[in-house]
């Protein structure tokens, strides 16, 4: 039977990656089915501010319904009590604590430059627990809340993708010289499951060395699971993310242990919304993730594939990476690449 897919526009530029995304899919003939649903600021505003969600009830029962879904960039208000994030209502709902985003340079943006690595990042917990209090008028906390078990679970995560993927490195990405209690407990995890993966070499590193490292030599992680809580991770991953050329090729998914949530890693972009000049390299690889994840693992090996293609050649690539396509001219470009692979 085939498997659903919901699948969220999302806010900014969301709708027109999106779009772009499932001409892709339909052109290499998906079969499994997609529903569209409604969630972000812009239908929360267009409902006159209602709801306490950004999430419509119907949208949730669609996503309960589905085999995994799809979110477009949403875009997430700075203001007192407006939403929470879409991703992190999501996160938690569907108990999705693995975030994790394959990051790769390509020859054509960063020549000499050849970096493959991938970011694992505990999505449930930490400082995105969304426990803060007000102590007084001029002072507030927020609650780094870990747990062994939310640790245990993204550690063994991290180590099985570095067993499948051939990885034989795994960096964990700490500060325990100061957070003695919570990042403790990440490390004796990440120490037990070492215990049980003996082959794979693992190293921790302090979260301010991370990022220096990362910027004067960034090869040296050349082949390496990363590790990290959720709020380190956020940040590592998007230098890690700058590394490679544009926000706009990288991708993520979001793994819990029986459904998943697909995503571009860059936001709405509301400064070029409407434009048609948003990259949508980044929501297409993550398409191409989803249709393996529902078992049409030939096409997302295909898009995959023809997507790298396009970027390469750079002849039909949007301005972040040099060209002068616009959106639906790229995805175009891409979905020919990945029927001439698909008909091989
Ligand atoms: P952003 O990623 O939207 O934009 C940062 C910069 O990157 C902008 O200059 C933008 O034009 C550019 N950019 C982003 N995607 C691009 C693409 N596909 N092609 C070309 N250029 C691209 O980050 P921001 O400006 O910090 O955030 C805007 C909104 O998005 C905020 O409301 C934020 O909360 C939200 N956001 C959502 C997600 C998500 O839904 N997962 C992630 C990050 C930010």
Known sequence: MAKKAAVIRGDGIGPEVVDAMLSVLQECNLQSEIVMCEAGSEQWEKNSKRDETYIPDATMDELEHADACFKGPTTTLPIPNAPRSVAVTLRQKFNLYANIRPCSTFERLTPGRNLECVCFREATEGLYSGVEAQITPDSAIAIRKITRPGCARI????????????????????????????????????????????????????????????????????????????????????????????????????????????????????????????????????????????????????????????????????ADIGGTADTDKMAGAIASAALALLRK
């Open 155 to 318: 550690v063994d995560a991290s180590f099985a993708w570095a067993r499948q993927h051939n990885m034989k490195r795994l960096v964990a990405i700490t500060k325990r010289n100061i957070l003695k209690m919570t990042d403790g407990i990440f490390w004796e995890e990440v120490l037990r499951a070492s215990e049980q993966n003996p082959d794979i070499k693992v190293s921790e590193i302090y979260i301010d060395n991370m990022s220096q490292q990362l910027v004067i030599a960034p090869e040296q992680f050349n082949g390496a699971v990363l590790l990290s809580t959720n709020l380190f991770m956020d940040i590592i991953s998007e230098l890690v993310s700058g590394l490679v050329g544009s926000i706009g090729l990288i991708h993520s998914a979001n793994m819990g242990d029986s459904y998943a949530m697909f995503e571009a890693a860059h936001g709405s972009a509301p400064d070029i919304a409407g434009q048609k000049k948003a990259d949508p390299a980044a929501t297409i690889l993550a398409g191409a993730w989803m249709a393996e994840y529902l078992g049409e693992a030939d096409i997302g090996g295909a898009v995959r594939a023809a997507t790298k293609q396009v970027i390469n050649e750079g002849k039909s690539v949007t």
